[in-house]
Structures are given as structure tokens and as C-alpha cells.
């Protein structure tokens, strides 16, 4: 299983992006998968998931009304939308897999989550 992700950039406070992350070696309409960030010197924190059925669970507050996940399974793809972007969402992003379970957990367990990529920086700054 090889989940790649893509879309990081530097962005201005306030602005948005879009990141993507793809998945192989799986048929992924069957899996709930997340997305994740570490930041500098901090834990790594789970932002949200999406479910096999489309239904998602936001485990980040400061995600609440600004980020939403989606998932296209035809192009075995999840997508996290980030609008009104601020310094304090600096991180690298990860999206993961908890097989083989198809909803997502109700709250975010690092062990659970158990196929990583390697990331994307998302960097806020003016």
C-alpha cells in the first residue's frame, strides 16, 4: 500500500489550499482514511476522516468550519480543502489508513492509523 500526497505550498495568512493525497495498491472505496499534521517540536494531531460511505469525523477544532476532507474513489484519491489558512496551521500533512477499518475512528488514535505517506509541508507566512 503506497499513499502519496501532494499540494503543499507557501500560502499567505488567510489564503487556501488543496491537498491530495493518492492511494495504490488497494481498492481504496472500501477504507476510511485521514488526514494528519505534525508540526515543529509538537505531537502529530489528526485533522479528519472521511469513511468508506463518505460520512467524516473532524477531530481538530481549529479544523471546525475551514477544512473539509473529500474522497473520489474512482481516482483512489482524498482530498483536504483548507480555507482562511493561518501561521499556526504550519505543518507537514499526512494522510493515513486505520486498516482495515472502513469508518473512521470517533476520536484520533496514532496506533490506529497504520499506512503513512510521507507528507506535504503547508508553510502560512506573509
Known amino acids: 500500500v503506497q499513499l502519496v500526497e501532494s499540494g503543499g505550498g507557501l500560502v499567505q495568512p488567510g489564503g487556501s489550499l488543496t491537498l491530495s493525497c493518492e492511494v495504490s495498491g488497494l481498492k481504496l472505496r472500501y477504507y476510511a482514511i485521514g488526514w494528519f499534521r505534525q508540526a515543529p517540536g509538537k505531537e502529530r494531531e489528526g485533522i479528519s476522516c472521511?469513511?468508506?460511505?463518505?460520512?467524516?469525523?473532524v477531530y481538530l477544532d481549529s479544523a471546525k468550519g475551514r477544512f473539509t476532507i473529500s474522497r473520489d474513489n474512482a481516482k483512489s484519491t482524498v482530498f483536504l480543502q483548507m480555507n482562511n489558512l493561518q501561521p499556526a496551521d504550519t505543518a507537514v500533512y499526512y494522510c493515513s489508513l486505520p486498516l482495515p477499518l472502513e469508518r473512521c475512528p470517533s476520536f484520533f488514535a496514532s496506533d490506529v492509523f497504520n499506512r503513512w505517506g510521507q507528507g506535504t509541508q503547508v508553510t502560512v507566512s506573509s
Open positions: 472521511i469513511s468508506y460511505d463518505f460520512g467524516s469525523t
